[in-house]
């Protein structure tokens, strides 16, 4: 087991290593930030409403950045690895293939993490300067002063960090099961958006269809039941939304949204570590 | 967002999707399948911002309807679409001059003025844990609808919530005032001042509801005076 650990370690930090010398991360990286510094403006609102802008960009580039170096990422990771012939001398080595997987989801998910630890850095201080910049305009009454530092130092916002990193892991485990089927990295990108949207649409249509009072036959309650079991359902993230809006969301629903998720991530790695072990190269 | 929840906002019983598909456009609805719903929700506040600088009544309604829409939860996008309907555009109507009968612009005022109401009432349903709506709903009925008893009612509702301000506790009793209650407004200030105990918190303003209770007190008994000559 501690040898299984040791080499997937070593594909891990040769993956991190290869995408972080990759040019489009660090471009992806710079618009990011840029984005983020200059969400602060808006300054003819109140000051909650132009907290509430500064958080919702914010998350949005977050996010976005994020699903951008997931795709691409994973997208390149194993069909790049084909197209190049490479992945034979790695798994000539004592490598097994399902090592070779987990390995390159961790690579992965180790640049996701260090992206959003920068990108959330950078959004902690805009929201100071944002709070700075607002308790100097609105004078200092000790109400005032109070409401925006509730707003920009809520402590919800870790909440909403946890559920974005959450979300951006389960999309990077569905775009490697997708790279260990495909060939081109055209494939991964359709196919791991498509999963993406059809994610955030199911729960509600579902619902809809299930619930409009007309008769449904067993086959589609099946089918519906299929697309619940194989599309991560991505509504569950909104929670977000409810963060920004300054409503109550409890840990243990937060943690309940991460726990499904890893359970996910799970799930989508065996499945592409099978998949991968049974494919001719 | 539970289903009942969304019933309430939206107002439909239909399938979302097919709703949000026909009250929007297309990029809004890719932006609100992608997760991106507070940005698109926040282009729609500009744009209601923009109309409003123009005073395009119409467009502030259908663009702030529309943030709503995306984002029920959101109780600033209720408060500013209400306020924006029930103050800006009702006045704006009162004060028109393109139409000469006062008749005919109060009846126009007045249908933004429910218009504001309607989306209050709402938000009241999508946003059920917060005082925030019941008070601007409060408001509403007393200073656009001169309706005292339903802002009394909304004021109580609103300190139900565990984040109603602390001032609002008084507000109930000056909306029963207004209505003409002199009785229920005397009872429920000393009911409240009792609630304060012997040594209140100085932020309940304790000297303020004692003067109320003096002033309703002298009130009641000049009327039953008047009455007995």
């Known amino acids: 087991m501690r040898e299984s650990w040791r080499r997937i370690r070593a594909v891990a930090g040769n993956t991190f290593l290869e995408a972080v010398r990759q040019k489009v991360f660090a471009v992806l ?19 909650q409403e132009q907290f509430k802008f500064l958080k919702d960009l914010g998350y949005a580039t977050i996010s976005l950045t994020g699903l951008l170096v997931g795709l691409l990422g994973a997208a390149q990771l194993i069909p790049a690895e084909i197209e190049r012939r490479t992945i034979l001398t790695a798994l000539c080595r004592p490598l097994r293939r399902w090592e070779f997987v987990v390995g390159k989801y961790l690579g992965l998910v180790s640049l996701l993490g260090v992206m959003l630890g920068i990108m959330g850095a950078v959004f902690w201080v805009v929201l100071r300067w944002k709070e700075a910049q607002l308790i100097g305009m609105e004078g200092g009454e000790a109400g005032v002063v109070q409401a925006i530092q509730a707003e ?3 402590p919800r916002l870790w909440q909403a960090f946890a559920l974005i990193a959450a979300k951006l892991f389960v999309v990077c485990s569905l775009a490697v099961f997708f790279s260990t089927l495909a060939t081109s990295t055209t494939f991964v990108v359709a196919m791991t958006l498509m999963i993406y949207l059809i994610g955030h649409l199911q729960s509600v249509a579902r619902e809809q269809w299930l619930e409009s009072g007309e008769k ?29 809006a300054g409503n109550l969301v409890p840990w243990r629903a937060t943690l309940e949204v991460v726990a499904y998720s890893c359970a996910y991530v799970g799930v989508l790695l065996a499945a592409a570590a099978w998949l991968f072990e049974g494919r001719d190269l | 967002m539970t289903r009942e929840q969304r019933l309430a906002t939206v107002g439909f019983s239909g399938p979302t999707a097919v709703a949000v598909r026909e009250k929007l ?114 408001d509403l009925y007393w200073q656009r609808l001169a309706d005292y008893q ?80």
Request: glycine share 6%; proline share 3%; hydrophobic share 45%.
């Open chain 1, 152 to 154: 920009s130092r809520d």
């Open chain 2, 25 to 138: 456009g297309q990029g809004l609805v890719l932006a609100a399948l992608g997760g991106f719903r507070g940005l698109a929700a926040n282009a729609l506040m500009l744009q209601a911002h923009g109309a409003w600088e123009e005073k395009q009544w119409v467009r502030v309604r259908s663009a702030l309807e529309m943030a709503t829409l995306l984002q029920p939860r959101v109780a600033l996008f209720w408060d500013l679409a209400s306020w924006h309907m029930a103050w800006n555009a009702a006045v704006a109507a009162e004060r028109y001059d393109g139409e000469e009968s006062e008749t005919r612009r109060r009846i126009e005022a007045r249908k933004w003025v429910e218009a504001g109401r309607e989306l209050l009432e709402r938000g009241t349903r999508a946003v059920p844990e917060k005082a925030l709506l019941f008070q601007r709903l409060g």
């Open chain 2, 150 to 229: 339903a802002a009394a009612a909304c004021y109580r509702e609103a300190l139900l919530k565990k984040d109603a301000p602390l001032y609002l506790e008084r507000f109930v009793g000056y909306a029963l005032d207004r209505a003409g209650e002199k009785q229920a407004a005397l009872e429920y200030f000393r009911e409240l001042r009792r609630s304060m105990g012997e040594s209140p918190d100085p932020a309940r303003k304790p000297e303020v509801v004692e003067r109320e209770i003096r002033r309703l007190e002298n009130e009641i008994r000049d009327t039953s005076a008047g009455r007995t000559k």
């Open chain 1, 29 to 47: 990286l710079i618009f990011a930030l840029v984005l983020l510094g200059g969400a602060n403006y808006f300054a003819e609102f109140s000051f």
């Open chain 1, 216 to 244: 449904t036959v067993w086959f589609i309650q099946l089918f519906l039941s299929a697309v619940a079991l194989l599309v991560p359902d991505f509504n569950l993230y909104s929670l977000i939304d409810e963060i920004v």
